[in-house]
DNA sequence: CATTTGTCTTTTATCGACAATAGACAGTTC
DNA sequence: GAACTGTCTATTGTCGATAAAAGACAAATG
């Protein structure tokens, strides 16, 4: 196999989830606007939709014969892009002990237990290595730098230096910025979250990676917003990993954070820079009390 | 073909430059550690040395028979890593015209043009994604950024932060800290190039790059030592396509350098944010207007 | 007995090939 | 005649294979 077709399984099962809803389908271009995908891969979905007797198909009219059934669906794990199970795999290892920092990595031992070639890890070791956790010697191996105490303060004190700048500059953007009717959108969802905080807590990290996100934007500068990216892995598999006291700690984290957005939309420095600070420091106690 | 013999070529041509000053080598262990390779490879050195006549090697018999001439060496343009041919090659393609930012970027175009596998080029263009340059469409091609005035200014709006903090944490470095005697040795050479500034004013830009690199290791934060890199390669090919004026500019460069080494060395962090800044400022200058 | 060397195994760097996906162009439909 | 579809081409993502280079281990040397 050169290639699995994960692009289209996953457009399809996005597709036959919107058969669940329409009566029939708009024109192939359309489609693939909305499914993120080029129209060779619409033509491969609209064939198979009619294989299976979901669609009538003929040029123009794509009319749906049925209401999908779960085995309509592709199985979940076949729709996962290979870089992200190389990820997965690669960060369980990290995570699940047996990782002493300084140790090697081995890329076709690595490559074997993902089942994939090793041109595909070399490229994912040298994306990842941007987060800093992993290092190379030329011509040799890699070294699992790991996820310890230093990283962990070298990270957050960049993150001090670019968040409260990038919060500085949300003050300044103009009143028509999309970015205060999103920050409006997400104040309603920390409200939500926290009227119903027994059951939905575990949504806090996903809202949490949209505000930061949103504040990091507004610096305008791509190597901020790009170094979102390592806050946002550490912090993803942080709040995978560590679920002890998660709702506790992420109900103070709803609250710091409406202080902060409150803050922000009230565009006084002083109080921006507080509540930033207030909430960067407890982040980081957080995040230090998960390392041993 | 699967791999270029360059570091083996790129270790001969070293080793043969050590011949001309000895009379026999050391052990095969201790060469490896000098040049940086392997023991397979310091063997494979000793072979082509034996086969061509520069030594006699018989176990740790390793006598030189002659002077080495020029064409005992391997042309350089056979030593460099394939990577770096491919960054030449790409970097020439930005500055030299004729890409426009939003510009498309061929994996294949480029690895036909440099000769290389695409492979190799892909892992180039991933690993050089982290300089901001370019980006990537997921399953699609690459986008030129380009090299504009934006780029520039949040280059420089990270750097001055970055570099603000590192010479602040410089002036904390204990005193038996080898920075220190890195730090003479650098003005040393700042005084002895300005001496004879107008034969040896090329030599700033290595210069330059060997002091602000020694400032922000003092940061002792791998994401701002990391980041170095982005600067480095900026100015390195600043300075290769912009020599107008280059002796002036590197003039007073120089001098701004040796106020700044003059403030780390007061360890008075007034003094320091101020000579730093000013310098960082005459650079940002410097940068935009080669700029169009 | 601590180095050093000879030999053998493991791992990385790179290529060419090929399926999946994107994208271009011309003809068709409303 | 603007939007849509059918068809074809170009490009990316991934693999397996292979030479270069690293590295391990045992025998040899001084």
Redesign the interface.
Known sequence: MARQNT?FKDAFNRCVKMLEEWRSLPSEMELGVTLG?SRTTVRAILSRLEAVGLLAWEKRRKIVLRKPVASDYFPAEETDPLSEIIERSFMRRILAGGAEPGMQINELELAREVGAGT?SV??FL??FS?F?LIEKRP?SHWILKGFTRD?AL??T??RE?FEL?SAAAFAHLPDDHPAWPELDAIEARHHAILRDIERRYLEFSELDERFHLLVHKAS?????V??YD?IALVFHYHYQWNKANARARNTLALKEHLVYIAALRSRDPAAIEEACRHHLRSARETLLQSIP
């Open positions: 692009v995908v041109t070399r490229e040298i994306r941007r800093g011509n990283f070298e990270l004190e960049v230096m700048r305008r500068n791509r190597f901020i790009d170094f390592v």
